[in-house]
């Protein structure tokens, strides 16, 4: 199984800009999302990409801001995060299945711990 590591979480100002990355060594064999959540909210998804990256989806909220891709030699897959706002807070997860595809919680077996996003001025 994959044993998922977050990182590159911080604190940044509006308008600022952050990379994520969620490395395991057999990632290459899963789809992966990432997903977030602030204080007293759901968890939501963020982003998603398949196994062999063709395949991208992404959250009206963050459409034109963030970028997910996947660098197979490095076996981790990036979440680049532009002109962030107060509202992209939260703990971002990334999240693994080898089937499972797509923006719903359920689709992913394999979480890692989350790393924190935070956006104030």
């Known amino acids: 199984q994959p044993q998922l590591v977050e990182s590159g979480g911080g604190l940044v100002q509006p308008g600022g800009s952050l990379r994520l990355a969620c490395a395991a060594s057999?990632?290459?064999?899963?789809?992966i999302g990432w997903f977030r959540q602030a204080p007293g909210k759901e968890r939501e998804g963020v982003s998603c990409?398949?196994?062999?990256?063709?395949?991208?989806e992404y959250a009206d909220s963050v459409k034109g801001r963030f970028t997910i891709s996947r660098d197979k030699a490095k076996n981790t897959v990036y979440l680049q995060m532009n002109t962030l706002k107060p509202e992209d807070t939260g703990v971002y997860y990334c999240?693994?299945?080898?089937?499972?595809?797509?923006?719903?919680?359920?689709?992913?077996?394999?979480w890692g711990q989350g790393t924190q996003v935070t956006v104030s001025s």
């Open positions: 999240a693994a299945d080898a089937t499972g595809f797509g923006l719903e919680r359920g689709s992913y077996y394999y």
């Open positions: 990409i398949s196994k062999d990256s063709g395949t991208t």
């Open positions: 057999t990632l290459r064999y899963y789809h």
